[in-house]
């Protein structure tokens, strides 16, 4: 049982360049969230979602897009990477209710 | 507004107990928890209280809580060098999608 699962743990982006942050959770979850940790900043949340085929905005959504295809996967992606997202990522699962089980993390640069 | 408030350091001697404490703001959050992070970790769930409780004891980690002046605590007892890491207090909002508000994080170093 791997709970949550991020891929990539590490990442080297240039400036301008997209990528996507795959998240996937085994515990037949509703909900899943993406966060970013800065330091001194605690977790800011960007995106959730509900559901399977729902997004919403979180606190810090700009530069910043997401997709719900199926219910165990939470992909958050970056269009054009700009240096003030320089960050910690952390996927998180929930059902309704209940608390969070997050993934460990994908530490981004982008310079 | 939402907030949750933490102080940001504790230094504890090994074999002592630990107190960390956290304040939050909404009045009608459910659920209050505790996560602890270890470096270069995600976040796991320590344990978490109920609103209607006033403490929970599980081995060595008391959660007391005081609804009336918005105050959660973590007591460690026996603290150890495990124990070294961040610990995030998080209140749940009734209503919407199990939306929790964390607090920044309070970094716990435990020394010999």
């Known amino acids: 049982n791997a709970g949550v699962t991020q891929t990539p743990k590490f990442r080297v982006l240039k400036t301008g360049q997209s990528m996507t942050l795959l998240c996937a959770q085994d515990m037949n979850h509703e909900y899943m969230y993406w966060y970013r940790q800065d330091p001194g900043m605690g977790l800011r949340l960007i995106h959730y979602?509900?559901?399977?085929?729902?997004?919403a905005k979180g606190e810090v959504p700009d530069g910043y897009n997401v997709s719900r295809l199926k219910k165990q996967n939470f992909l958050l992606g970056l269009e054009s990477a700009a240096p003030s997202q320089t960050s910690v990522y952390f996927c998180?699962?929930?059902?309704?209710?209940?608390?969070?089980?997050f993934g460990s993390g994908t530490r981004l640069t982008v310079v | 507004g939402e907030d949750v408030e933490q102080s940001l350091f504790l230094s504890v001697r090994e074999g002592d107990s630990s107190v960390i404490n956290c304040t939050y703001t909404d009045s009608s959050s459910t659920y209050l928890y505790w996560y602890k992070q270890e470096p270069g970790a995600g976040l796991q769930l320590l344990t978490y209280?109920?609103?209607?409780?006033d403490m929970k004891q599980d081995q060595r980690l008391t959660v007391l809580l005081n609804k009336k002046d918005k105050h959660l605590s973590l007591r460690i007892a026996d603290t150890q060098t495990g124990d070294s890491a961040i610990y995030f207090c998080a209140e749940s909002l009734s209503g919407g999608y199990n939306k929790l508000i964390f607090g920044a994080g309070t970094r716990l170093a435990v020394h010999p």
């Open positions: 979602s509900v559901g399977e085929g729902t997004t």
């Open positions: 998180a699962s929930s059902s309704a209710g209940g608390g969070y089980t």
């Open positions: 209280i109920f609103s209607n409780m």
